[in-house]
């Protein structure tokens, strides 16, 4: 299970090290405001599109926002799991259309 407050946490303490605001965030990843600083709280939950684009402003990977929830992913389940768990969060990530880069 996804520990959505701890990804907040690292939201905020990334977006206020690139001493960046909650709307200039949500401007960047183009969602509002208000939804932006939900997600921070652990409130609303992120589709991974705005996870990635989020994750891209930041200058980070999806897995250091995530990193807690796969921390406690590891601790219910074999190492096997958790790899297979990883492969599949790669690939999908992969997948993601990020559209025209060339603009």
């Known amino acids: 299970m996804v520990d959505y407050t701890a990804m907040g946490r690292r939201m905020k303490a990334r977006r206020r090290a690139k001493k960046l605001s909650q709307e200039e965030m ?55 799991d958790t790899r297979v768990l990883c492969q599949f969060l790669r690939e999908k990530i992969a997948e993601l259309d990020y559209g025209d880069e060339s603009n």
């Open 26 to 80: 949500a401007h960047a990843v183009q969602i509002s405001i208000s939804f932006y600083g939900n997600i921070e709280r652990g409130t609303r939950i992120p589709s991974v599109d705005t996870l990635v684009s989020i994750a891209n402003v930041l200058e980070v990977g999806t897995d250091y926002l995530l990193a807690d929830s796969i921390k406690a992913a590891s601790n219910r389940h074999s190492k096997e």
